[in-house]
């Protein structure tokens, strides 16, 4: 059940629906004014230790990038030259040699950042995108 703007409440699908179109439809046109965020208003959440920082920009180990290419699904991620994590693995005693190594020289070469070991300690409970094991539509609550 969901308040509708004029206060009445409705269960109807088509009428939530439509009240929730309304809202963001409003929320996105409105003229609020941009605010610069204040630099002491990032230290109030959590901070990345330092040892969560080096392991973001580290080079990953064999293990790890074959690891992370092995717990994507078969048909996941296909990339644009339209080859799946399927075939990496099908393939990885011909490409894994040459994979690791293109890797590990992106982490040499670049600011690549090993984000998801730390996404947990960072993230608050209330986002579900982007957390391993929850889904952004964990967030949709219908009642």
Known sequence: MVLKVDGEPTSSLEQ?????IQFYERLL???????PVSPSVLCLG??????QAYTMISVP?????????YDIGE?????????????FKKAWSIVGHPF???VK?????????????????IVDQAQAAFVEGMSIFDNIHLA
Do not use: C, H
């Not at 959590?46 to 040892?51: G, H, L």
């Open 29 to 35: 046109r409105s003229s609020t004014p941009w605010q």
């Open 61 to 69: 180990s064999d293990k790890e990038i074959k690891k992370v290419i």
């Open 75 to 87: 048909n996941k991620a296909p990339r644009p030259d339209g080859y799946s994590s399927g075939f």
């Open 105 to 121: 020289e992106f982490f040499n070469s670049s600011s690549l950042l090993k984000m998801a070991s730390v996404l947990g300690s």
């Open 100 to 102: 690791y190594q293109v």
């Open 46 to 51: 959590p901070i990345v230790s330092q040892q």
């Open 16 to 20: 939530v629906a439509g009240e929730f």
